[in-house]
């Protein structure tokens, strides 16, 4: 990886409060219903130009999952990890190793 790219990815996941906003935006135009939150090492402030923005959406329209997907991918260049599950999902799994003080709700 070229410095210039760790660099501009560093600035973007600096700014992943932002980048959050819209990936919501776009998420709750499929399910506007949906929980957004983002977790891990931006929300600890423990990243580097190597690291992506963890996004968890918390949906009742899992079925339209990869639809999700694939119009936040297509909506921007940060690197964003999409984790989309039920509200099932998340309290059976990713409760278990989230800890609190490292997500956040968008």
């Known amino acids: 990886m070229s410095k210039n790219y ?40 423990e990243f580097t130009g190597v690291n992506d923005i963890d996004i968890l959406v918390v949906t009742d329209r899992i079925e339209r999952k990869y639809e999700m997907m694939v119009r936040v991918y297509k909506s921007t260049e940060a690197p964003v990890e999409l984790h989309i599950t039920t509200r099932e999902g998340y309290e059976k799994w990713y409760k278990r190793f989230i800890s609190s003080s490292e997500i956040m709700r968008v």
């Open 6 to 45: 760790e660099s501009r990815v560093y600035g973007m996941l600096k700014n992943y409060k932002d980048i959050a906003e819209r990936v919501k935006a776009v998420i709750q135009e499929v399910d506007p219903c949906a929980e957004v939150y983002v977790f891990g090492s931006v929300v600890r402030v």
